[in-house]
């Protein structure tokens, strides 16, 4: 077989991990549908629109030719925003070969099924969804292009499959370990989008830090609730795809979500902060997908409840902190059981 690997699509992320996999494997083909961002790729390797005053390497061939980009690679790499995942894969499903290596690295869920990704994937390729391996952790694609010591997790059922795209995409910038809990690692990687959010709320208003370190600690606690409810492993909220992504996208200037919440915490509407971001933010599907989750498990998920109400029902940011803040007093680990907490400590 060759050494090509395909990645689809060319946005900020799908980039960045071009340039990582560019570094290991001579022929990445990154593909995309807009045929101007495919020729800026290939005669000025930039992605000015996502990744501005970055140059990429040359080993990367852009391509709006979905059978060009995946016939002959090794391993496809889909990076498509969750709306566009089950489109694409689509588009896949007439190029895909059973040998080659699907990873995806989406973080979101199908709004109007509530479907995790590798599910996606799985129904339109036809595969079974523990062949597919999750790429998550905390990685910001600007931080990753310009190769910064960088660390991720890889997740699958399929320990082999997991290794392979460890072997994938490991090298010196860019360290990858393995797990088995798909389904922990991609609740993880899609609703700390939610918390980040909040966590830009919160400092739009000008909160601080002590509301925001208050706001990421209660958000992996109901993350880790929906998680194990689902049936993951409570250890993996702890780990890169937990906290570790939670914090860093919850942090940061690079987070979309974090923007797009710190704009709405200063008063901007929703369709102005959209407008004005130009990029897809994940957080705002996650957060229809995972009220209606958590209605659907009886699961509390508090934070999720409030943002959805800001987001969707007009409530505004200074309400639904105040909400948060009158709720009936509270055991810190009552909302953890016993099961769990045998779980943590074995």
């Not at 852009?62 to 496809?76: F, G, I, L, R, S």
């Not at 499959?161 to 991609?186: I, P």
């Not at 958590?294 to 999720?304: E, F, W």
């Not at 409840?305 to 309400?319: A, K, M, N, T």
């Amino acid at each position: 077989m060759s050494d090509k690997v395909a990645v689809l699509v060319a946005g900020s992320w799908g980039t960045a991990l071009a340039s990582v996999l560019a570094a290991n494997h001579p022929e990445i083909y990154l593909w995309t549908r807009n045929q101007a961002q495919a020729d800026e790729i290939n005669t000025a390797h930039t992605n000015e629109h996502y990744l501005p005053g970055v140059f990429l390497p040359k080993g990367i061939i852009a391509t709006t030719n979905m059978e060009e980009a995946v016939t002959d690679a090794k391993a496809v790499v889909i990076v498509a925003p969750s709306s566009a995942m089950r489109q694409v894969t689509r588009s896949l499903k007439a190029y895909w070969k059973e040998d080659m290596l699907c990873v995806h690295a989406t973080k979101g869920f199908e709004t109007e099924t509530m479907k995790r990704m590798s599910t996606v994937i799985a129904e339109e390729l036809g595969c079974e969804e523990g062949r597919i391996v999750v790429l998550s952790g905390p990685s910001h694609a600007e931080e990753v292009v310009r190769h910064c010591p960088t660390t991720v997790v890889v997740a699958s059922l399929d320990e082999n499959a997991a290794k392979q795209a460890q072997d994938l995409f490991m090298n010196n910038d860019f360290r990858v370990y393995t797990n088995r809990d798909m389904v922990g690692v991609e609740l993880a990687g899609a609703l700390k989008n939610i918390i980040a959010l909040g966590a830009g709320m919160s400092d739009g208003i000008g909160y601080g830090d002590n509301a925001k370190a208050a706001l990421i600690t209660r958000g992996i606690a109901e993350i880790s609730r929906v998680g194990v409810e689902l049936g993951a492993n409570p250890l993996t909220f702890a780990g890169l795809a937990g906290i570790g992504d939670l914090v860093v996208t919850a942090t940061s200037k690079h987070s979309r979500n974090w923007r797009a919440g710190s704009m709405l915490g200063q008063g901007k509407p929703l369709d102005e902060v959209l407008e004005s971001m130009g990029m897809v933010v994940e957080g705002i599907r996650t957060t229809q997908a995972a009220y209606a989750i958590s209605a659907k498990l009886g699961v509390q998920m508090p934070i999720t409840d409030q943002i959805y109400h800001v987001l969707f029902l007009g409530r505004s940011p200074r309400e639904a902190v105040e909400a948060l803040m009158g709720r009936d007093p509270k055991a810190e680990l009552e909302s953890i059981s016993q099961e769990t907490w045998e779980q943590w400590h074995t």
